[in-house]
């Protein structure tokens, strides 16, 4: 009697742990089905977002850029070059010197910075003359030169707008002296450079103002060949990844 009632008491508990096991295994097989399942959706997001990334990049490398800047016409930069010059007639006077005659040597067109430069010596703090006293200091301001060029043409990216590189020189000199006796005689040079669009040069230049204009830099031929394969190609690989994102 003792005998049957051990062999069912195993007989029961080997049952019990197969169930157990066999529940283990089913639940182990869930975990790695559920685990399979995530890192498949996992690899299909990467493989989603890198090959976002490609066309984005696509985009940006191939797209030219579309953000529209103020540009300052040549004249006004000329105008900055005056105010420089100015200032440095200003720290060359002598520090007693609060009257002062001006005399503008302006030949050119470049009469049209008489004002500016007239200004810039009222706002320095001095007293402008009109008469010619020997016992007041005496400016003579010349403009030797004013020029505008374009040395250099490139592109701004891959398929972007031309742009042009853009120097504006200004040359002059100046005589400062007092009771007929000469103080200080000194040339000056300022120079500006940037960059501006290929297509801006009728917003740039005054028409009317020769000084103002330079020479337009002919456009390269091979680039304007190529350009319109490239940008055929171009949209045919954008399709072709975006069609093959889609079916993926």
Sequence with gaps: MLDHLIK??????????????????????????????TCL??????????????????????????SIAQVKDNLFIFYSLIDSSVNRVVN????????????TNLQNNYSVFAGSILTGFKNSD??????????????QYTIDNAKVTYPEIFRESFLGS????RKISLNGNYFIG???????????????IDSVDYDSF????SQN???????????????????????????AAIIYLFFSIRSK
């Design 126 to 139: 001095r007293i402008i003359s009109l008469e010619d006293d020997k016992q007041k200091t005496s400016v």
């Design 178 to 192: 007092k009771s007929g006796v000469l103080q200080k005689s000194e040339s000056f040079s300022f120079t500006s």
């Design 8 to 37: 069912n008491y195993t007989s029961g508990n080997e049952g019990n742990g197969e169930l157990v096991c066999r529940q283990a295994r089913t639940e182990n097989l869930s975990a790695d089905r559920q685990e399979r399942k």
């Design 202 to 205: 009728g917003n740039i230049e």
């Design 41 to 66: 959706l996992t690899s299909k997001i990467g493989n989603s977002l890198k090959s976002h990334v490609h066309l984005f990049l696509l985009f940006a490398l191939l797209i030219p850029n579309l």
């Design 92 to 103: 060359s006077l002598p520090l007693d010197s609060r009257e002062i005659f001006i005399k």
């Design 209 to 235: 103002i020769p000084f103002t204009q330079g020479e337009k830099p002919g456009e390269p031929f091979f680039s304007s060949l190529w350009e319109p394969v490239v940008a055929i190609g171009a949209a």
């Design 162 to 165: 031309f742009m042009v590189v």
